[in-house]
């Protein structure tokens, strides 16, 4: 099975999803894989701003794995599955459709409805503002399960020679139900060991590691400690969050030990992404992921001037 396709084979593009300045995104209605399901994007890159051999590269890290961790690898990931050529030329990639279940219907305070991915930004604000921007308010225990999947993500990708390199704010998105989990987009900006990035992988505002601007699997788990900070405890000031003290009241002992090497000044001594995995897997199997129950509805103050007698079950004057 070849990891490259034939611009004619997308057959007609469906509808445009996206533009920006290096690609647009168009749905591919025709187009089926077999080791692909649902439905699959088009992301044709304008000009000549990718390397061929990069691409190649990406697209070679899925297809060599087994079916099991392919299967996790598109769960976790919006993964270009194929490389697409127009005429001998790289034009683009061909990826999964990101699922429903990250978008958020919601009506703005302006009363527009509005459909949108759910970045992880959304996780950092002040609960109140997320109820108010129409985002889902999550209780410890659902903060721990994504912290805990956005690990287990990053473990899948280091272990198969990944540097996903821009974590940041909006390069992944979350969902709460049916159960916490997170996916990667923009992967086609990776960069595999041993061969040269898409493009350049750059540093989001306030996620520069202290060692500069080359980017590796050390400076993705700077990156991943800084995610726990302002998860863990969102409101004023978290997305800029770097202070590990800010979750000491949320963490254990080794949680507290953890994250201080997180975002420590030495990379060999950060935590790998599997450590982060089996550090939360073990807080969130002690607690609920499940909502906490309503608190029971308040007496009312005014009364309709009736009320049923527990002795014979008949409404009678208060």
């Known amino acids: 099975m070849t990891d490259e396709l034939a611009r004619s084979e997308l057959g007609e593009l469906g509808q445009q999803l996206g533009s920006g300045g290096q690609a647009t995104v168009f749905l591919v209605p025709e187009l089926t894989l077999p080791d692909a399901a649902g439905s699959l994007v088009f992301k044709q890159y304008k000009g000549d701003q990718v390397s061929p051999h990069g691409l190649r590269a990406i697209v070679g890290v899925r297809s060599r794995l087994d079916a099991d961790d392919q299967r996790r690898l598109d769960s976790i990931a919006a993964w ?4 697409v050529r127009d005429a001998g030329r790289i034009c683009g990639v061909v990826m999964p459709l990101i699922p429903d279940s990250f978008f958020q219907e919601r009506t703005l305070p302006t009363g527009r409805r509005s459909r949108d991915p759910r970045e992880v930004q959304n996780l950092f ?3 109140e503002l997320a109820d108010r921007l129409g985002m889902p308010r999550l209780s410890m225990s659902e903060r721990m399960a994504v912290c805990r999947d956005l690990a287990a993500g990053l473990a899948l990708l280091h272990r198969h020679g990944v540097v996903f390199g821009d974590v940041n704010a909006k390069n992944e998105l979350f969902r709460v139900r049916p159960e916490p989990m997170v996916m990667f987009v923009d992967c086609d900006a990776v960069r595999i060991r041993g061969s040269a990035a898409v493009v350049r992988q750059l540093n989001a505002p306030d996620w520069n590691p202290p060692e500069g601007a080359v980017l590796t699997q050390a400076t993705d788990l700077y990156k991943l400690g800084l995610f726990i900070i302002r998860t863990l405890n969102p409101g004023p000031q978290a997305s800029v ?4 003290r800010r979750v000491f009241d949320r ?4 949680g507290k030990a953890l994250v201080t090497a997180a975002v420590g000044e030495i990379p060999s001594a950060r935590p790998s992404a ?7 897997a073990k807080r969130v199997s002690t607690r609920s992921v499940s909502r906490p129950a309503m608190a029971p509805a308040p007496r009312p ?9 527990p002795a014979t079950g008949k409404w009678v004057p208060a």
Do not use: I
């Open 80 to 83: 270009p599955v194929r490389v």
């Open 125 to 127: 604000v002040d609960p």
């Open 241 to 244: 969050a770097r202070d590990p």
């Open 251 to 254: 963490l254990d002992p080794e």
């Open 274 to 280: 599997a450590t982060w995995r089996a550090y939360f």
């Open 301 to 309: 103050t005014v009364t309709s001037g009736w009320r049923r007698d």
